[in-house]
């Protein structure tokens, strides 16, 4: 079982940038895919960006292609959502989540455990 704690949100002006950050426990945090999904008020729960458990391999949806970069580092247990040029759209509660399939999962239910959020507001 891997229990998964975001930190980094906060409150930034729309052209800034952000990371957030993802802490797994549990001594196999290399063999899962690490995933990150935002929801905003009102709205479903969405695929951000995923990674490998190497890291060798990520995914974005692709309003954030070229703006936000997924990362991990495993000897830390900790994966990564850089996020720059923000735009107000970005607003939402962004959410860690591992999976143990083989693949890099972009749906909400091919993942196995899910951290309890950070909430990240950009400013117009």
């Known amino acids: 079982q891997v229990q998964l704690v975001e930190s980094g949100g906060g409150l930034v002006q729309a052209g800034g940038s952000l990371r957030v950050s993802c802490a797994a426990s549990g001594r196999t945090f290399s063999s899962y895919r690490m995933g990150w999904f935002r929801q905003a008020p009102g709205k479903e729960r969405e695929f951000v960006a995923a990674?490998?458990?190497?890291?060798?391999?990520?995914s974005y949806v692709d309003s954030v292609k070229g703006r936000f970069i997924i990362s991990r580092d495993n000897a830390k247990n900790t994966v990564y959502l850089q996020m720059n040029t923000l735009k107000p759209e970005d607003t939402a509660v962004y959410y860690c989540?591992?999976?143990?399939?083989?693949?890099?999962?972009?749906?909400?239910?091919?993942?196995?455990?899910w951290g309890q959020g950070t909430q990240v507001t950009v400013s117009s």
């Open positions: 990674i490998s458990g190497s890291g060798g391999t990520t």
């Open positions: 989540a591992a999976r143990q399939g083989l693949r890099l999962g972009r749906r909400v239910e091919e993942y196995d455990y």
